[in-house]
Each structure stands twice: as structure tokens, then as C-alpha cells.
């Protein structure tokens, strides 16, 4: 049976326009979805296609004003019975942060694929097709269900928790941590590895509209603690260290933090490092820090904000949430 997929996009590389075949610039975000649907209608493709237009934008400029319209599209999608799965059109800079920010609010019991290209779609070479029939793929398949959000780039679906774009350019721009790709995709063929992990099929945390300031703070060889504290400024309500090794900080950064623990501003530790664990350490507790255990500082950000948004402000409870990603 033919599945029946709503596509929301919202611009990005995958509808983006070059002028050349072979030039380096472009601009993102030229093709509209209708446009779009038609081009992938000479596909053959197995599914019945319906479009909306969330935003086109180029996705440096994603964030809360195009999230707060996409999130209620989804949702609209996702509880029509005629709908068996959506797929979110996306540039690849910020796609990781918007998958995740969707992971963490959305119910499972429906695959939602995020799917974008690294070439736009006058390009030699041009991705953006074959990621988009595999994305197809996927959102058809009923196993899809139970994973939460999905994201396919090339061959590979990556779950949202663990995807991040690893390099500037090229096919292989995505990997997953610390999980690797979780299935193996063609527009033809899909294969997982392993079954559905999400253990209940309910959003993890509710939708809010206003989510709090929380900057990230990238700490180098030098860096002072004058420098920390007016990056973090007086108006956030949390805080991600992007620290070197596994989170550390210079001694007199970390005092800074500890002051600003003190006066209830949620301090996360995480890594400026591609891959690896930030787990706790033994002082984190009298500091009232959190570790960001896998999650890079982008995606720490994220969770820290939903956190935070659905009213945990207690370092204990925060840390539970990061530890449960």
C-alpha cells in the first residue's frame, strides 16, 4: 500500500539554486515546495506527496520563529489518521540542532524524517534527489515508527540524538555519535540495524514557544574568566561551557562558574572535542555543574533549553535529563 507523507519544508541547500552547474556559491532556499514535489513526482517514487512551505530560508538563520511554526505543522500531520509519516526539508548547517529540538518534543508513534542536501539543485552531482527518495524510504516504512526523529543524508539514517555534520563539504558530511548511522538506505531498499528503541511512543518533553537565553561559550588556550562572564552576561538562564578535553576549564573560569551556579543559572559542561563522553566529575556536584555526557555543545544547548522551559531548574534534575539522552 502506498504511504501517504506530508513534506514541510523550510529551504536550505536541498532547494537551493546556483545559477552554474559547476560554481562554488548559491543561494539556499530558491525552489518552493510545489516546484519541488513536482521535480520528484518523475520519480516514481511510492508514496502519495502532499507540501507546505514552512519557511526558505538558508538554515544559519533557523531558529524559534520558524521552529514555533514548523513544530505545530508536524503535530497537525502526525494526528491525521490519512498521514503516515512527514519528512522536513532542511539545510544541513543547523539540521542536527533542529532534528534533536524536534526528538525531544515530539511523539514516535509516526516516522518524521529531516532530510537535506550539500549540493544545490543545479549543481553537478546534485544530492539533493536521492537524499530526498531515500528520506521517501524511510517515512514509508512502518519500522520507522519507535525511533523518534530520523535524519537520512546519503545511504545512511542517523537517529537526531546522535547526528552532526562533520564536515563543510562533500557527500560524507554527516556522522553519528555515539552511535553511527542506525540503518543503511537506497530508494529502493532499507535496512536497520537493530529494533525501535524508544520506550514510550510519547513526546519526552512538552512544546513551550518561549525558550530561555542559554549561550554557548567556547573556551581556548588563554581565555579569561573576565571573557566568560560577559559572554554569559546577566540575562541567561543557562549556560553550555564548550570546554577543552572532556569539559575542563581553567581554574579561574571555573570559579567564575561556580558564581554563577550560585545564583541559579544552569551550568552544563560539554566538549569543544568532535567525539567523546563529558561524564561527571567528583567536584561537579559542590559546583552545581552538569556533565553533557554525549551530546556536543550545540545539542547540550538545545536539551538545556527545553529542560529549563519545562520547569526543572534543579541541577540533579537537569543532569537526569542529559543522562536519560
Same mark, same amino acid.
Given at each position: ?140 516504512? *512502518?519500522?520507522?515508527?519507535? *525511533? ?7 545511504? *545512511? ?155 526543572? *531548574? ?12
Amino acid at each position: 500500500m502506498s504511504a501517504n507523507l506530508t513534506v514541510l519544508a523550510t529551504g536550505g541547500t536541498i532547494a537551493g539554486i546556483a545559477g552554474s552547474a559547476i560554481g562554488h556559491e548559491y543561494n539556499a532556499g530558491e525552489i518552493g515546495i510545489d516546484a519541488y514535489l513536482e521535480t520528484v513526482g518523475g520519480l516514481g517514487l511510492s508514496a502519495t506527496l502532499s507540501g507546505r512551505q514552512i519557511a526558505n530560508i538558508d538554515s544559519a538563520d533557523m531558529g524559534p520563529q520558524v521552529w514555533n511554526a514548523l513544530h505545530p505543522a508536524i503535530c497537525e500531520a502526525l494526528t491525521d489518521e490519512g498521514c503516515h509519516g512527514v519528512i522536513v526539508t532542511h539545510g544541513t548547517d543547523t539540521l542536527e540542532e533542529t532534528a534533536f529540538l524536534l526528538d525531544l518534543t515530539l511523539p514516535a508513534h509516526k516516522p518524521v524524517v529531516v532530510v537535506g542536501a550539500m549540493r544545490p539543485a543545479d549543481a553537478v552531482g546534485y544530492d539533493g534527489l536521492r537524499n530526498f527518495a531515500n528520506a521517501v524510504r524511510v517515512a514509508s516504512d *512502518r519500522s520507522a515508527a519507535g *525511533r523518534g526523529v530520523l535524519v537520512v543524508m546519503g545511504d *545512511r539514517v542517523f537517529a537526531a540524538r546522535d547526528v552532526r555534520k562533520v564536515r563543510t563539504r562533500g557527500s560524507e558530511a554527516f556522522r553519528g555519535f555515539p552511535r553511527e548511522s542506525v540503518g543503511l538506505v537506497t530508494p529502493a531498499s532499507l535496512d536497520w540495524f537493530g529494533a525501535p528503541w524508544r520506550a514510550s511512543m510519547e513526546a519526552a518533553f512538552g512544546w513551550r514557544d518561549d525558550l530561555p537565553p542559554v549561550p554557548v561559550v567556547y573556551l581556548h588556550a588563554g581565555i579569561s574568566a573576565e571573557d566568560v562572564a560577559r559572554q554569559i552576561g546577566r540575562e541567561a538562564c543557562g549556560v553550555v561551557i564548550a570546554g577543552v578535553g572532556e569539559g575542563n576549564m581553567p581554574e579561574a573560569v571555573r570559579r567564575v562558574l561556580r558564581e554563577v551556579a550560585a545564583r541559579g543559572v544552569a551550568v552544563v559542561r560539554a566538549s569543544r572535542a568532535d567525539e567523546g563522553l563529558v561524564d561527571r566529575e567528583v567536584d561537579d556536584t559542590a559546583n552545581g555543574f552538569i556533565a553533557a555526557r554525549a551530546l556536543n555543545p550545540q545539542k547540550a544547548r538545545i536539551l538545556l533549553q527545553v529542560v529549563l522551559a519545562n520547569e526543572k *531548574r534543579a541541577p540533579e534534575d537537569i543532569q537526569r535529563a542529559f543522562d536519560g539522552r
